[in-house]
């Protein structure tokens, strides 16, 4: 008995320094999800309550400060643009022939009806900044091993005050999140699916969202394709592209 | 015999004025305080009716549950087939499609950047098909202030305050920034055809109106309605009738288990308006009792009165054999002419002043906070009932009186009149 003692005590100082501080894992994965330039061509499937409906768009983005995105199907969406430049988010409509700032509480509109406000679309991925990363645990998704960690909120501007991650332990990927509202509230929940390897990155093919407190199925968000570090148009990026 | 005791009220003015004077001015109160509230109530049951409930509402189960947030998503779909089936089933009845909604309206700059920017509360009616009644239902052409009423799809009519807020002037373009039925963003032009005026501080701080094609297009709502409102012939709501017809509807179509089933509501249980129309319902009762109440205690001390100066009048009568009984019962008979003719009096005056004020007294201007849907201008209402809610009270209420103070006319001792005529 005093022999496996022996051997638990010697092991357990490994085991810690086996597993990666809450800080390094965030810095995984942004090596696998961030990247200089980006150019998506997504299906967004939204399952809602009564219909569901497929909107495909186009997205042309530099790191996380700039995206420009032009939705082409259905018909009722199609020409819609939207420009993100930092923290300035416009949406230009072809109907009204108006670009419209989106601010305020604007920001936490669904997009396009589906689980995703603006305000989502307009977080800074660049988590280290303003929370306090610690690994809570272990637990398997999906048949992958993941760490849990937790993410509490050290500013007062975010929109989750704690968010859960099951990061994967070998592609460093986040299997499944959860956002909850300062008083424990469950608000939003994803998880990725279809992982497949983009270059030298681990990257999700399907990404579902689940916005906990509307009645639908959630929404799918579909990668059809996507290139990383590619030249983007410099006059996407400015607002004359909206017109 | 009554020719006897009418010359003696008119002979013996003393004997008459008072009690005539009290149960005049009883009558006229309670007739003018009836009119008065049936016309508040009545006023407010039928704004709400009208611009908000209709006699019923049909709408989706959920729909109703969630009925302040204007939840759109849940509307009712295939709208035109199902009013179609209202309109075969219930053919004495009016039925139309209503949509709420919420956004922003925004005015653009000559460089079509935002000028200004409110939010809104809107009402989508169907204002353009030929036979159709809404305008004249809201009175919207009456409330107009600039501009007309809208002649196709892509025209809004906003509150007169809202406008000038946005600095907008009919002919100018506006921007209206909503969501979807799907819940996506909607951002839709239309052009400010007029402004009206409310005259309800919730509605003119931001409301618009607009044709339901324009707003079905805008929202995405193709073939669906949020509510459907039904309104009985005559234009008063039938309560009892609408809660049969919510009964009957209900047994019929809702389905606990569908979320989407749609669901009748009769106009008493939306926008809290039971208890006013209960108020409705007691209020005769509340306002004779109070009058009978107070009425008979003025009357009876009148009588008292009356008593205490006719009291040598009551000892003769009584020394000279009459019975007390015969003249009890002619001071019941003297009190129900009294009580007929103030009670007359009472009425006509009553019924005069209810006609004056039946043009309304402007209260918007105290009510500008008010988020409630609630008429600006309140008005008297002359009904059936006012022509009579104060006459036979005013009667019951003096003969009443009389008959308590007379009851001292049996306490005299028969045998002590003659000592109280000479003292």
Known sequence: ?243 | MLRFFIKGLIRDRQRSLLPIIVVTLGVMLTVLGHTWITGILGDVIDFNARFSTGHVKVMTSEYFENIDQMPNDLALLESEAFIAELQEKYPDMTWVERISFGGLIDAPDEEGETRAQGPAAGMALDLLSPESQEAERLNLQNILIKGTLPTSPDEVILSDEFASRLEVEPDDQVTLITTTMYGAMSITNFTVCGTIKFGVGALDRGGIIADISGIRYALDMEDATGEILGYFPGGEYPDEKAITLTENFNNKYADEEDRFSPVMVPLRDQNSLTGMIDIIGYMSGIIISIFMIAMAIVLWNAGLLGGLRRYGEMGLRLAIGEHKGHIYRSLLSESVVIGIVGSVIGTLIGLLFASLMSKGIDFSDMMEGSTMMMPGVYRTQITLESYYIGFFPGVLATVFGTALAGIGIYKRQTANLFKELQA
């Open chain 1, 1 to 243: 008995m005093k022999i496996i003692n022996i051997i638990i005590a010697l092991m357990i100082p490994g085991v810690l320094a086996a597993q990666p501080s809450g800080d390094e894992i965030l810095d995984r994965i942004d090596e696998n999800m961030s990247s200089e330039t980006r150019h998506v061509i997504s299906k967004m499937v939204i399952h809602g309550t009564r219909a569901t409906r497929t909107i495909e768009s186009e997205t042309w983005s530099v790191g996380n400060e700039k995206a420009y995105t032009e939705y082409l199907a259905p018909a009722r969406e199609k020409g819609t643009k939207m420009l993100k430049l930092e923290d300035q988010l416009w949406i230009y409509s072809p109907g009204t022939d108006r670009t419209i700032r989106i601010s305020g509480h604007m920001l936490r509109q669904s997009v396009m009806g589906s689980d995703l406000s603006y305000e989502d679309m307009m977080d800074d991925p660049e988590l280290r900044d303003k929370y306090d990363a610690v690994v809570t645990g272990s637990e398997e998704i999906n048949g992958a091993g993941c760490w849990v960690v937790e993410m509490h909120a050290n500013a007062p501007d975010v929109a989750y005050q704690l968010r859960k991650v099951w990061v994967d332990k070998v592609r460093y990927l986040p299997l499944k999140e959860e956002l909850y509202a300062k008083s424990g509230t469950l608000l939003k929940k994803t998880e990725l699916f279809d992982i497949r390897k983009v270059g030298n990155r681990w990257y999700p093919r399907k990404i579902v969202f689940k916005d906990m407190l509307k009645k639908g199925g959630g929404t799918e968000f579909i990668v059809e394709e996507i290139e990383f570090n590619v030249e983007v148009p410099e006059h996407l990026l400015s607002k004359a592209a909206l017109r």
